[in-house]
């Protein structure tokens, strides 16, 4: 049996200006979700983390999920 994709580091920080933990780039709402989401939705999410992080990075924020 596998567990469930994350891209957690664990390294836990909510970036105030962008609202993203800092490790994994995902928002306090996915987190708190992430384990009733299905497999395809954890995918379709970590998809987007890269350019979220290099958004945020770059000092600019990204567009928030729905």
């Known amino acids: 049996m ?3 994709s994350t891209p957690c580091v664990q390294i836990c920080v909510i ?3 962008s ?3 800092e490790g994994c780039g ?3 709402q996915e987190i708190a979700q992430w384990s009733r989401l299905s497999e395809a939705e954890r995918r ?3 998809a987007t983390l890269g350019e979220r ?3 945020a990075q ?3 924020h990204p ?3 729905g």
């Open 15 to 17: 970036d105030q200006a």
């Open 53 to 55: 992080l290099g958004a």
């Open 26 to 28: 995902r928002t306090l």
């Open 58 to 60: 770059a000092g600019r």
């Open 44 to 46: 379709a999410i970590m």
């Open 19 to 21: 609202g993203l933990c």
């Open 2 to 4: 596998t567990g469930v």
């Open 63 to 65: 567009r928030q999920p």
